[in-house]
């Protein structure tokens, strides 16, 4: 007998978030209506502030100390925020530099961001990085952003997992001047009951 599979709809987004006022940033995520949003170059404070100001559940992780360890919430990283259930959330050095004190540090981020439909993704995001498997990234099914690409190359913005099929893409300035924003929607079956995502 065939598995059942039923159709689930996910809105995800990616942006480098500009140095710019919390209102503007928080009104431009807000308008979103999105199921995930990676954000790159945000310091843990101001992940925390969005979180709040959208009542959002979020995962964070260190990337540097652009100043010093000793002023809290002062170091800059990933995050990523959601409405639904965050499960494991992990990073890896994405390159040569291993000191947190190093700007030149970048790392890769992963969260499991899990719905009450039973559907869910690990999502993973890094600047600069071009294979997420060399670095040992999560199983399937995982939805990778690749930021540095959006407005320039926006085919290797993302990729998704295998059999999805994308709904809509866009590429917005919410912000004149500043990093641009990318929002994917995209349909996958899944099987009824299951939970694909370790």
């Known amino acids: 007998m065939p598995l059942e599979t039923v159709p689930r709809t996910w809105t995800i987004a990616s942006w480098l978030v500009p140095h710019a006022d919390a209102g503007v940033v928080g009104d431009a995520l807000a308008a979103l209506d999105a199921d995930a949003i990676a954000l790159q170059s945000i310091t843990e404070d101001d992940v925390e502030r969005l979180a709040d100001r959208l009542r959002v559940r979020h995962a964070w992780e260190l990337s540097y100390y652009p100043t010093s360890r000793l002023l809290p919430g002062s170091g800059v990283g990933l995050a990523v925020l959601t409405r639904h259930a965050v499960g494991d959330s992990a990073s890896v050095v994405a390159n040569n530099h291993s000191s947190t004190w190093s700007r030149h540090r970048r790392i890769a981020h992963f969260v499991v961001v899990e719905r009450s439909d039973h559907s869910g993704y690990t999502i993973g995001h890094a600047v ?71």
């Open 128 to 198: 600069g990085v071009p294979d997420p498997e060399s670095m040992g990234a999560p199983p399937a099914p995982l939805v990778w952003f690749r930021p540095e690409q959006v407005g320039i190359d926006d085919a290797r913005s993302v990729d998704l997992p295998a059999g999805a099929t994308v709904a809509a893409t866009r590429v917005t300035e919410p912000i004149a001047g500043a990093p641009k924003l990318f929002v994917v929607t995209f349909d996958m079956p899944w099987v009824q009951g299951d939970f694909p995502v370790a």
